[in-house]
């Protein structure tokens, strides 16, 4: 009982694996993907600040590490099936909070449960630091797929978990971190040598014209 369950949980994230039920080369925890997508939002956030932003760094860890604690209890759901629609996805949303609120209510102690209450609502909101974790985590997962499919996965479903995620980051084209990605970090990515049938090129660019001209 009490914080013990919470620090002896931190282990178990460990052994939830990302997009479950398929082939994959490389296997991706949750626990892994929090501290990259942390650090991840520690750069983008780095670009912001230097570009003018204030950003809240307390607020932007302490999101990027939290994010994704809550699928301890419901486990990883498949991008494209979390996001099938709106309902589904607030239901799911619904669900895993929910499920975080009973086990701090009963594994912290009083004095603290309004703290990890705060810290373990969704973290992508319209702030600044909100926003960051949104493209911060879809960068990651962007990566996660093209390593999938830089290897020659035949998973059609990697495709499409990186699509999906560079349309996500496109929606924050005005950000100044996602410029800074768009135009020197996914070109570097798209350098790397893959499968020469893969049409991951020609499908980035259109992906990119389409929205940067919207």
């Known amino acids: 009982m009490g914080v013990h369950q919470y620090f002896k949980s931190l282990s178990d994230l460990e052994k939830i694996y990302r997009c479950p039920g398929k082939f994959k080369f490389q296997e991706h925890s949750v626990a892994s993907h929090s501290f990259k997508v942390t650090k991840i939002a520690q750069f983008l956030g780095t670009v912001e600040a230097q570009k003018g932003s204030q950003v809240n760094w307390q607020a932007l860890y302490e999101k990027a590490l939290n994010h994704d604690y809550n699928e301890l209890f419901t486990g990883d759901i498949k991008t494209p099936v979390k996001y099938a629609s709106a309902e589904l996805r607030d239901l799911f949303s619904q669900v895993e909070e929910k499920m975080t609120q009973n086990f701090i209510l009963k594994e912290f102690p009083k004095e603290y449960q309004h703290i990890y209450l705060e ?12 926003k960051i974790l949104s493209v911060a985590d879809k960068v990651d997962l962007l990566y996660e797929s093209f390593g999938e499919i830089q290897k020659g996965n035949p998973e059609p479903l990697f495709q499409e978990i990186y699509e999906e ?34 049409e991951l090129n020609e499908v980035t660019k259109k992906l990119i014209k389409a929205n940067l001209e919207s």
């Open 119 to 130: 810290r373990f609502k969704e973290g992508k909101d319209d702030t600044l630091e909100g």
């Open 165 to 198: 995620s560079l349309l996500t980051i496109l929606q924050f084209k005005e950000m100044e971190s996602v410029k800074y990605f768009l135009q020197e970090i996914l070109p570097d990515m798209l350098d790397e040598k893959f499968i020469k049938h893969s």
